[in-house]
């Protein structure tokens, strides 16, 4: 896999001090390969002195060397003849192209270049000028221009590898009003098809690096889909020496493609344009004209589109109306032709176009309408400009002749291919839906696939090569089936729906009616029923010789749901007339363990297969619980079971004890350990009313017995602590006063450190103490948890759990007196000190000497040096003890500082 680089293209001037750059954008061509046509496009200030550019220097980013491009429009000139020039400078093969009157000081500037890429990698390409024109209000004077596009070249799978980059039909140049709406449209389109998407950006004066003091003005934001600009509203001219009449103020905002990876059908950016742009605000008192009669639309390929839209100047204005956009630029191309510029009446124009199959895509089209106004009243005059934008879908036409053949338990589909199949966007494959009943319901306009709301499931999906398909996923005779097809493309776009086509399975095979349990255990029985096929349905007819047998029912059976591969009996005979058998009694059979499927294959006279749908036993289990005995049954057959009786064993007798249409029941009020004998009586039927009904089928029967599995529910702890007596009391609730009525006894656990795991402390046999005191221990630090066990060993969650804390007391006294008159002869902490698993103690004379150290927490000092074995002095001694406290969440260690007073006289 090769790895993405980013290169930078860039050209730098370096003239001076002239500044002339007002807008301008870069992009590019796909030409073969990876070989592509870059253009750098620039519009700059025609009046600016040593400012024009024959070259450009631009860095294709492979290394760091600079290229020059040539200029490549406009006619020859001398700038040796100009009033700016020293006179040594060479002629210009191009210089350019001038734009609008001479006032707007605008000049067009093209350059363009051939250059040839590595390989796949990602491209951001960057152009830099010096200055940006003075006296722009939101930009810095002898500011650098600069602007960039992204180009990426995909190396994997389902990307195309020969994108160019979106097309600006509009320029960057635009002029507004104060106080009024101002509105600008790029007129982008991509020639590939690829999605757009528009962001606002800021202004930069190098790669990367925004100008410093740019503002955005208030109000200022682009439509992310359309790509309108809109200024709501440009505020009043103040006007700059250079310009007095006008402001100008500069935007950029980039256009993103996103691209379809045609293998994961995912959206990929692979390729952003910056647009900065140039805007002048004049005050001025014109409205800008207003083009009504636009929306978007669709249109079928190979049919035509045509409207009028309008455009209207409420000062009676002159209006010049044009079209821009993708539609424009493919084969048909689409037109459009407006009226003479007119002033007064609207200015009218008419859109045509008849694409092809080869316009048909995904994303839609985006076509520009631009209306111009003569700028009147004001003068001099400030034409204004109005933007519509819209969509055109180009939609492949439907599957046609959609036929299906019935055969057997199957239908075999076919249909004509697409009629729409362009070469840069394939049909990619079939999509087939089905659904039960027949419809007569069209699409709406512009509705491409199938509508969510039709009730169709989607049944398969084939490839483009393939415009068949079998049909063969549990089709019951008797139904309406209803088809449609949607040709997928490999863009993601799909075709209208096509028309209905609806059909029903013909009796031409074996149809099974019953697979009835007859009776119950190891050696059991099913009786298996069906009804022969319609001798019409196939020409089963026994009078022509060549229709002669022989015939043949091979009975299939499996164990359980599965698929029957064993055949278990064959019928055969010579005429289809006297192929009556039409029932079969399977035994022995281990009813009691398991559900049994069938099939019959019928053979014909080419002796071919023809399998019937397969039809299952229904297949009773229970589920024991407290004084409750839950039934559920399965059953795989071709009919539709609408009700199911519920019998139960009394003894002597089979009773119903209900009927439901579910496929579970509870029966409820049970005795526990008591055995309770079901069965279940299964009524259906076909769709089809010729074929028998009710089809009644048995399950085997079935013995449970209820069982108490419903364990207490988890009770409510409460834990009174005491650090005086050292104990701790819980208490609990009684269950049986509340979620049942058979808790025989309780377990208490007990987990001493916090984090660790709870064991068992105790049991209380008697369920009516509902309290115990944990006590004759050495700490009360721990947490408690409660469980209550029922008569059938069922024991309930945890209660809430309840931990508690110890509150060790350890302090030390000030003062001792080991005179050996028996009374405080020895320094010891104050009594009784609690919850401490020893200490470590150190004491000092005042030079820092230890004298003492012990780890029992009596201490027991009685005045000597550990040393010399000899009385210390009397004094101030300095003591550090570090004492180990008992805590819930372990041994938790403090330190204790202090002195003593040794008096030994």
């Not at 046999?765 to 630090?781: E, K, L, Q, R």
Request: overall charge negative.
């Amino acid at each position: 896999m090769k790895k993405l680089l980013f290169i930078l293209f860039s050209f730098f001037v370096l003239s001076a001090h002239a500044t002339h750059e007002r807008a301008g954008e870069i992009t590019y061509q796909w030409l073969s390969g990876y070989t592509y046509k870059i253009t750098v496009t620039t519009y700059t200030k025609s009046s600016s002195c040593g400012a024009d550019r024959c070259s450009l220097e631009i860095n294709f980013g492979t290394d760091t060397n600079h290229y020059e491009i040539n200029r490549k429009n406009g006619a020859s000139c001398n700038f040796s003849t100009s009033p700016c020039s020293s006179g040594t400078e060479p002629p210009c093969p191009h210089c350019g192209q001038l734009i609008g009157p001479v006032t707007d000081e605008l000049k067009m500037n093209i350059y363009d270049t051939i250059w040839t890429y590595p390989g796949p990698n990602s491209y951001t390409i960057t152009v830099t000028d010096q200055n940006r024109n003075s006296e722009v209000v939101n930009v810095p004077s002898l500011t650098a221009f600069s602007i960039f596009t992204v180009l990426t070249i995909y190396p994997y799978a389902g990307f195309s590898q020969h994108n160019s980059s979106v097309v600006l039909s509009n320029p960057p140049i635009d002029k507004a009003c104060a106080g009024r709406l101002f509105i600008h449209n790029p007129g982008a389109s991509d020639p590939d098809g690829d999605s757009i998407a528009y962001h606002m950006g800021i202004c930069l004066q190098a790669p990367g690096t925004p100008v410093s003091g740019y503002f955005l003005p208030a109000n200022v934001s682009i439509n992310a889909i359309t790509g309108d600009l809109t200024w709501n509203t440009p505020p009043t001219a103040v006007g700059s020496p250079s310009h007095p009449y006008y402001d100008e103020y500069n935007f950029a905002f980039d256009i993103e493609e996103w691209v379809m990876n045609t293998v994961n059908h995912h959206r990929y950016l692979t390729g952003v344009v910056r647009r900065d742009m140039q805007v002048k605000v004049y005050n001025c008192q014109n409205d800008p004209p207003i083009i009504s009669n636009v929306n978007d639309t669709c249109i079928e390929a190979n049919t035509s589109l045509t409207f009028t839209v309008t455009a209207t100047d409420n000062e009676g204005g002159i209006v010049s109306f044009t079209a821009t956009g993708g539609p424009f630029t493919t084969t048909p191309a689409a037109t459009f032709t407006s009226d003479a510029p007119i002033a007064n009446p609207p200015s009218t124009g008419i859109f045509s176009w008849s694409p092809s199959c080869e316009q048909v895509r995904l994303q839609p089209y985006l076509v520009t309408f631009k209306a111009v106004d003569d700028g009147a009243p004001d003068y001099p005059a400030i034409p204004l400009t109005d933007y519509e934008t819209f969509f055109i879908k180009v939609i492949a036409p439907p599957v046609k002749n959609l036929s299906a053949t019935p055969e057997c338990t199957t239908m075999k589909l076919a249909w004509d291919a697409e009629l729409c199949n362009p070469a840069s966007n394939p049909v990619f494959k079939y999509k087939i839906f089905r659904k039960i009943g027949c419809d007569t319901f069209s699409p709406r306009d512009c509705e491409t696939g199938m509508p969510a709301t039709w009730g169709y499931s989607l049944l398969a999906t084939v490839s483009n090569s393939t415009t068949s398909y079998t049909d063969n996923s549990g089709l019951v005779h008797g139904l309406m089936y209803s088809y449609r097809v949607v040709a997928l493309f490999v863009d993601g776009a799909e075709s209208y729906v096509s028309d209905p086509l609806c059909a029903t399975l013909v009796r031409d095979v074996p149809i099974i009616t019953n697979v009835d349990v007859t009776s119950t255990g190891s050696g059991g029985s099913i009786n298996v029923k069906w009804v022969m096929p319609l001798p019409n349905a196939a020409n089963y007819d026994t009078t022509i010789n060549s229709n002669h047998g022989p015939y043949r029912l091979d009975l299939m059976r499996g164990t359980g749901f599965t698929t029957p591969i064993s055949t278990i009996a064959t019928f055969s005979s010579q005429y289809f007339s006297t192929l009556n058998n039409t029932s079969y009694a399977d035994s022995p059979l281990n009813t009691q363990g398991n559900p049994y499927t069938y099939r019959i294959d019928f053979y014909d006279t080419m002796n071919v297969a023809c399998p019937t749908q397969k039809a299952s036993s229904v297949f009773l289990s229970c589920a024991a619980n407290d004084n409750v005995i839950q039934l559920s049954w399965q059953a795989t057959v071709p009919w539709t079971n609408y009700r199911y009786d519920i019998y139960k064993f009394n003894g002597t007798t089979w009773d119903s004890i209900a009927t439901t249409s579910s496929m579970s029941f509870s029966d409820t009020g049970l005795v526990n350990g008591q055995p309770y004998c079901y069965k279940v009586k299964s009524i259906g039927s076909y769709p089809d009313p010729t074929l028998p009904a009710p089809l009644i089928n048995w399950s085997q029967e079935l013995c449970c017995s209820p069982v108490d599995l419903t364990p207490p529910c988890p009770l409510t702890l409460d834990v009174d602590s005491s650090c005086d007596l050292i104990q701790n009391i819980l208490t609990w609730n009684n269950p049986n006063n509340s979620c049942c009525d058979d808790a025989l006894y309780y377990i208490i656990y007990y987990m001493p450190v916090e984090g660790g795991d709870f064991t068992v402390l105790d049991t209380v046999g008697n369920i009516t103490i509902t309290t115990f005191t944990h006590d004759s221990i050495n700490s009360i630090a721990g947490c408690y948890a409660v469980t209550a066990v029922d008569s059938f060993g069922n024991e309930s969650a945890f209660s809430n759990i309840v931990c508690v804390d110890n509150c060790p007391f350890y302090e030390l006294p000030n003062v001792f007196t080991p005179n050996g008159d028996g009374q405080n002869d020895h320094f010891t902490p104050l009594h009784p000190y609690k919850f401490v698993k020893d200490i470590d103690i150190k004491i000092y004379n005042r030079w820092g000497y230890e004298v003492f150290r012990t780890t029992d927490p009596e201490i027991g000092w009685d005045g000597k040096s550990a040393q010399t074995k000899m009385m210390c002095s009397d004094g101030v001694y300095y003591y550090v003890c570090i004492v180990n406290d008992i805590r819930l969440k372990g041994i938790v260690p403090r330190v204790l500082k202090g002195n003593i007073h040794l008096l030994s006289k």
